[in-house]
């Protein structure tokens, strides 16, 4: 099953996937209806977009699916390829990570893989990881968007979605979904740990 918020995209992955023999069961590509059409059609593996829009992150959906279908398996597909991230997508329980630059057959390879013998780290993926694993953490700044990193800086100072929203002038629920995009990208969800790292990159004072 295909996840993914633009339709171009379904459409060649369909197309391409074809070739190497992987059926397409299901495809969506809005955010809401991708646990419906997992439950129709229960695939054995789901490529799910990370960045799905604007406010939904495949993160945030694989969460909630991973919950009811533990043992869902999800290949996260993403434009993206910053270490903090791909780490977070394994953390929560995803079975691969494919970024969109990379041959289709490396998709259908890790279809294949996830489908038939479990997790899948491609020879980009592991070498981004061991980068990670020997230099430490990213600064927050080339993980968040500009947005991103103004909410991070008010988690970290202790601020609760509903003031960080007055203070930006946005809703609550936008800040609850860019608040948990930042956690997710940051690989972080404790407080402390949140006010450690704004901290050690100088975002707020001690």
Not at 15 to 41: C, M, N, P, Q, R
Not at 65 to 70: D, G, S
Not at 73 to 96: D, N, T, W
Request: charged share 20%; net charge negative.
């Amino acid at each position: 099953m295909l996840a993914d918020d633009h339709p171009s995209i379904i459409g060649g992955l369909v197309a391409a996937l074809d070739a190497f023999g992987i059926d397409i069961v299901g495809s969506v590509t809005e955010a809401d209806a991708v646990y419906a059409e997992y439950e129709k059609h229960l695939p054995d593996v789901l490529v799910l977009d990370v960045q799905f829009n604007a406010i939904d992150t495949g993160l945030q959906i694989a969460r909630l699916l991973l919950e009811k279908h533990p043992k869902a398996k999800i290949i996260f597909y993403s434009q993206y390829s910053q270490p903090e991230l791909i780490r977070a997508a394994y953390r929560l329980g995803g079975s691969g990570f494919v970024t969109k630059n990379t041959r289709i057959s490396s998709l259908a390879d890790a279809i294949a893989h996830v489908a038939t013998k479990g997790m899948f780290m491609g020879p980009e993926v592991s070498e981004i990881m061991a980068k990670l694993a020997i230099e430490g953490e990213q600064a927050p700044e080339t993980l968040l968007a500009e947005r991103e990193l103004k909410v991070f800086g008010h988690m970290a100072a202790g601020l609760t979605n509903t003031e960080i929203a007055a203070l930006m002038d946005l809703s609550p629920k936008t800040i609850s979904n860019i608040s948990q995009s930042v956690k997710d990208k940051l690989g972080i969800h404790r407080q402390a740990d949140l006010t450690r790292l704004a901290i050690k990159h100088h975002i707020i004072s001690a």
